[in-house]
Nanobody, 120 residues
Framework: QVHVVESGGGLVQPGRSLRLSCSAS????????MGWYRQAPGKERDLVAQINAGGGINYADFVKDRFTILRDYDKNTIYLQMNSLKPEDTAVYYC??????????????WGQGTQVIVSS
């Protein structure tokens, strides 16, 4: 199995910053991509940012120029630096990892999510 764990969420005031962390572990042969998604109450889960094995990055329009996805190439870890947070950023943030296991089976693994609340 491939396990994904996120951390770093919390309650912050508008305009403040948070940094989320995510690590993947287990029977991993290759990770093709890792990314951050979020889901607000009553809404669908949306892509926030993703980074592929070659370093290519995609951002959602609603976080562009405020959020930055970072990768530690020495381990299977990504970060999401969130600046200038807005109340509409309130959501559960999920980490995703996709690739191939050591047995060469495709995996698409999700963490349990970390809650971010932006409120005065």
């Amino acid at each position: 199995q491939v396990h994904v764990v996120e951390s770093g969420g919390g309650l912050v005031q508008p305009g403040r910053s948070l940094r989320l962390s995510c690590s993947a572990s287990g029977s991993i042969r290759i990770i093709n991509a890792m990314g951050w998604y979020r889901q607000a109450p009553g809404k669908e889960r949306d892509l926030v940012a993703q980074i592929n094995a070659g370093g290519g990055i995609n951002y959602a329009d609603f976080v562009k120029d405020r959020f930055t996805i970072l990768r530690d190439y020495d381990k299977n870890t990504i970060y999401l630096q969130m600046n200038s947070l807005k109340p509409e950023d309130t959501a559960v943030y999920y980490c995703n990892a996709r690739g191939y296991s050591e047995s060469l089976k495709i995996f698409d693994s999700w963490g349990q999510g970390t809650q971010v609340i932006v409120s005065s």
